[in-house]
């Protein structure tokens, strides 16, 4: 079944635009390096932007917009486990295999963290390394340490 009004956007956010796109059904894709390519504005878009919005500026704590998750079993039970993680809050890689079932599976929870298509309404940036390290986030750790940052209230993580 083909999308129904696809949209493409590309929101400011403090740490870069950040591109967003996907249909009615919910958000396919989103990251800061956006392509080129044609903007396409929806009523589903305004929506999603409005949202994006509100979470750079410290106002919007959970997202109510869906989001179209496409990837094998394991990957979307892991990006489904990360939407789980309250605002604020953090885990480490081996907390989430764990949480799935077996705790000797956090490299595969790291390899889905890495195909997230869809990082921040699915917050991977709130997966650590079990030492605490800053690792793996497709925007870049800077931006990881912001996005803590923005949702720990504190100026500065580290």
Not at 2 to 23: K, T
Not at 116 to 124: A, G, L, Q, T
């Given at each position: ?69 496409r990837g094998t079993e ?85």
């Amino acid at each position: 079944m083909p999308p129904v009004n696809p949209f493409r956007i590309v929101v400011e956010s403090p740490v870069g635009p950040f591109a967003v796109a996907g249909s009615d059904r919910g958000i396919s894709s989103a990251g800061f390096d956006p392509e080129n390519g044609p903007l396409v504005s929806t009523p589903f878009s305004a929506r999603v932007q409005s949202e994006l919005e509100a979470y750079f500026a410290g106002n919007l704590k959970q997202f109510s917009v869906p989001v179209d998750l496409r990837g094998t079993e394991f990957q979307r039970k892991v990006w489904h486990y990360l939407m789980e993680i309250p605002y604020g809050a953090t885990r480490h890689y081996g907390e989430a295999a764990n949480s799935l079932g077996d705790k000797n599976l956090a490299r595969a929870v790291g390899a889905a963290c890495g195909q997230n298509p869809v990082p921040i309404f699915v917050p991977c940036h709130r997966i650590f390394g079990k030492d605490g390290n800053l690792v793996g986030f497709l925007g870049g750790i800077e931006r990881k340490r912001f996005l803590l940052a923005l949702e720990s209230n504190q100026s500065s993580l580290f």
